[in-house]
């Protein structure tokens, strides 16, 4: 099989693309544009493989997409390019629009041409794979799961996007027959993962020995997935899946914010005791500060339909999964130094308003 991975340089594309070497027979074509969260160091250990390719392209670009699924000739497209910062997204919506939702119809567009001058053959065993995200769904009460016929009540801009993209996966099948795939995922977690997010962000901060911020008063609740789980099943989706469906993937790991950033902050004290005199924990540095707009209190995912018909559980409990991530971060300065500079926030985002 050859695969084109779109955002491939990102969080989980490079972990998808690191399973796919590690993992696989196949061949990987890595489509990035190599935004500000991109980082090519994630994929140190694969690059000089010789079933690993890449090109600097963005998705929006349809003469150098077309380009290069002609030239590379996919079995596959797993699309995982995307905007998907929340508070980024309030305060800057045009990017997720552009990106989210005009480069996954230039995708689709470019993919659909491609698709339907194959032989019969090979277009029975292509797929468009679409990863998409539980904030589609919304906020969820408790006691209940969004499974896959839940409805969308996107919240932020960076979930409408997401939503928007979702149903045009599901258009370009139902009007033109392309084969798609889609799944939506709860909070990624793991290595590689760019320091504006919350657990990378709370271990950077914690060591430097800035306020860890926690929105509200952290009781909003989020389903984590470790991020090397998230990429087995994804290729398990891709391989046994069946076209046209949708697969949620869960970590089943319900935790409030404020707990999780408590965990971290322990892993930190038995590994990193606090050096100043001060504090006696890391957790001394949680403030709490003004809630982003339009802030979901709850995430939850109902997996069963992936579990039950493609066998896939995750492999890593939350408490193992944040021990192996924290580790990480603290073994690879390296891979932080190199993403020194860029656009990380450590203050709060995402306040704008158009009152």
């Not at 271990?203 to 998230?230: E, F, K, M, T």
Request: overall charge negative.
């Amino acid at each position: 099989m050859k695969i084109i991975v779109t955002g491939g340089a990102g969080f989980i594309g490079s972990a998808v693309i690191r399973y796919i070497i590690n993992n696989t027979s196949y061949d990987v074509l890595n489509i990035d544009k190599l935004t500000y969260a991109s980082n090519l160091h994630s994929l140190d250990s694969v690059s000089n493989n010789a079933r690993y390719a890449f090109a600097c392209v963005d998705i929006c670009n349809s003469e150098k997409i077309s380009e290069l699924i002609a030239t590379f000739k996919p079995n596959a497209i797993i699309h995982l390019a995307a905007e998907s910062h929340v508070d980024r997204s309030i305060d800057g919506p045009a990017e997720f629009i552009q990106t989210n939702i005009i480069g996954t119809y230039e995708l689709l567009s470019e993919a659909t041409k491609y698709w339907q001058q194959l032989s019969s053959d090979l277009q029975n065993t292509f797929c468009f794979y679409h990863v998409s995200t539980d904030e589609v769904y919304g906020d969820i009460v408790e006691g209940i799961k969004a499974d896959e016929q839940f409805p969308y009540m996107p919240s932020s801009p960076y979930s409408a996007s997401k939503a928007s993209s979702d149903h045009l996966v599901r258009a370009w099948h139902r009007t033109y027959g392309l084969p798609i795939l889609i799944s939506n995922c709860s909070n990624n977690y793991g290595p590689y993962q760019f320091p504006e997010k919350l657990i990378p962000l709370i271990v950077l901060n914690a060591l430097s020995y800035r306020d860890l911020p926690i929105y509200g008063d952290g009781s909003q609740v989020r389903d984590w997935l470790y991020v090397g789980d998230h990429a087995q099943a994804i290729i398990t989706i891709l391989e046994r899946g069946m076209i046209g469906h949708t697969y949620n993937i869960s970590g089943d790991n319900e935790i409030q914010n404020i707990d999780v950033v408590k965990q971290v902050c322990g892993i930190l004290d038995d590994l990193i005791p606090c050096s100043r005199e001060d504090i006696n924990s890391y957790s001394d540095l949680i403030t709490f500060v003004k809630d982003r707009p339009g802030h979901d209190k709850r995430y939850a995912l109902n997996a069963n339909k992936l579990n039950a018909t493609l066998d896939w559980i995750p492999k890593e409990t939350f408490k193992s999964g944040l021990l192996k991530t924290v580790e990480w971060y603290l073994e690879n300065e390296d891979w932080i130094e190199s993403v020194n500079g860029r656009e990380i926030s450590n203050q709060r985002i995402g306040l704008k308003s158009y009152e």
